[in-house]
């Protein structure tokens, strides 16, 4: 059964600074990884999907890593903002069929002015 | 920009209450799912559709049902609401599985309390 898992749970940093969120999974046989963003008491907004076959996505300060067979993610956020608080989820998905999302629990992210 | 809406953002309903939860979206996405989100447990699939009319459970289908009539609109229903209930319910949706390109959009959320 894939299992994911997110360490740090939480974390606390000053603005400005470049930090690395990390995402695992037991099972290396993905179709694709998507991290999201979720601010309190909201949903979730969609960051990055990266396919197996890619290594990386980009998306402005964002840059998310895939590494299937070691089964890591990294989310790295440069010139961290305030802005930038809110829990990180990443979520895998197995196959290209049905309900087979299992989401991370979540790295809890806050920005210090 | 894809748009994911749910009917509520908060609901409190009394034990023993039916509960419709509404979600629609706007981008003409064939899948649709149900989740709730709970402090230490995360997000659990309840259902999905990935047609009209088509429906699979998740993890947790005890206690709810789903309903979708139409391409853009998935309800969710709890048919006798349960205090153990009582959670935050997010929708979403996403393309085809078939485009490679499924990545999951979601809605706001409903925070459900039942007394």
């Known amino acids: 059964k894939q299992e994911v898992t997110q360490i740090p749970a939480a974390l606390s940093v000053p603005e400005g600074e470049n930090l690395v969120l990390n995402c695992s999974f037991t099972d290396s046989a993905i179709y694709n990884l998507q991290w999201f963003r979720q601010d309190p008491g909201k949903g979730l907004t969609s960051l990055l999907l990266i396919q197996s076959s890619q290594r990386e996505q980009t998306s402005g300060r964002l840059n998310a890593s895939l590494d299937k067979s070691s089964g890591r993610s990294t989310l790295y956020i440069a010139a961290s903002q305030p802005g930038d608080s809110a829990t990180y989820l990443c979520?895998?998905?197995?196959?290209?069929?049905?309900?087979?999302?299992?989401f991370g629990p979540g790295t809890r992210l806050s920005v210090l002015p | 920009d894809v748009k994911v809406t749910q009917s509520s953002r908060y609901l409190v309903k009394r034990t023993g209450e039916k509960v419709f939860l509404e979600c629609v979206q706007d981008m003409d996405h064939e899948n649709m799912f149900w989740y709730r989100q709970d402090p230490g447990l995360g997000l659990r699939l309840i259902y999905f559709?990935?047609?009209?009319?088509?429906?699979e459970k998740g993890d947790i289908p005890e206690g709810y049902s789903v309903s979708r009539e139409k391409k853009e609109r998935f309800s969710l229903i709890l048919e006798s609401a349960s205090t153990n209930q009582t959670s935050m319910y997010l929708c979403?949706?996403?393309?085809?599985?078939?485009?490679?390109?499924?990545?999951?959009?979601f809605g706001p959320g409903t925070r459900l309390t039942v007394l």
């Open positions: 979403a949706s996403s393309p085809r599985w078939r485009t490679g390109n499924n990545e999951q959009f």
């Open positions: 979520a895998v998905r197995k196959w290209n069929y049905g309900q087979n999302f299992v």
């Open positions: 559709s990935y047609d009209v009319k088509m429906k």
